[in-house]
């Protein structure tokens, strides 16, 4: 069962528009919740890191809200540019009896165009 | 500052081979991992480390050996190549663990292709 669900699975969007992409979740409890971009054929790169008690948290064109009441997550993008097509991850830091284990969602495939 | 590197980029195994993806980190991170990315998937913790001598296993170890000599380097070891293994893997770092607020520096990865 996928504990954390991306959604869209795909978006394109035209260079200048804004885009919203949603991470819902099931994990509990957590101790927060992350936002990666991954561009093509590179690793992934943190954006957000959010604990359970943050709302907002903003880095350059790119806001990411948390519900932790909802279980949901989503970032924002802010005129767009094209350096921004790749691919962005929802991961839900867990804390389980063992430990900590991170758990990734699927991603969100995001192409822009001009 | 390189970050985290991995070596190589590709690699092309038969079934039954073995090899070792290199993993480096050069900012005295205490934690690496290893993961692996396959098509349409989340990524999946392999093998973990919380500093040098100290390994464990992740979600999906079977098939692989790490060790942990050093606080730099994280080798990860492939015994008998099966196509099940073929994959994109990640080996990252971390100052704090993930609990607490410690972004993952993730390489670049290497493409293993098993035929």
């Known amino acids: 069962k996928n504990q954390v669900e991306q959604s869209p699975q795909s978006l394109i969007i035209l260079e200048g528009k804004n885009c919203t992409l949603q991470?819902?979740?099931?994990?509990?409890?957590?101790?927060?919740l992350r936002w990666y971009k991954q561009d093509t054929g590179r690793g992934p790169v943190s954006l957000t890191i959010?604990?359970?008690?943050?709302n907002t948290k903003s880095n350059g064109r790119y806001t990411a809200t948390l519900d932790a009441d909802t279980k949901q997550s989503s970032l924002h993008i802010t005129a767009s540019q094209l350096s921004d097509s790749a691919s962005y991850i929802c991961?839900?830091?867990?804390?389980?009896?063992?430990?900590?284990?991170?758990?990734f969602g699927k991603g969100t495939t995001l192409s822009v165009s001009s | 500052n390189a970050g985290v590197t991995q070596t190589p980029k590709f690699r092309i195994l038969k079934i039954g081979q073995s090899m070792t993806l290199q993993c480096t980190q050069d900012?005295?991170?205490?934690?690496m991992y290893w993961y692996r990315q396959d098509p349409g998937m989340g990524l999946k913790l392999i093998y973990y480390?919380?500093?040098?001598?100290?390994?464990d296993k992740g979600e999906v170890p079977n098939g692989y050996n790490v060790s942990r000599s050093t606080t730099e380097d994280f080798p990860l070891r492939l015994e008998l190549a099966a196509p099940s293994q073929t994959s994109v893997y990640f080996c990252?770092?971390?100052?704090?663990?993930?609990?607490?607020?410690?972004?993952?520096?993730f390489g670049n990865g290497t493409r293993l292709t098993v035929t």
């Open positions: 990252a770092s971390s100052y704090f663990t993930p609990q607490e607020n410690s972004p993952l520096h």
């Open positions: 991470c819902n979740y099931t994990v509990s409890p957590f101790s927060n």
């Open positions: 959010m604990t359970f008690s943050e």
């Open positions: 991961v839900v830091s867990a804390l389980r009896q063992a430990g900590t284990a991170l758990i």
């Open positions: 900012m005295n991170h205490n934690y």
């Open positions: 480390s919380v500093g040098a001598g100290i390994t």
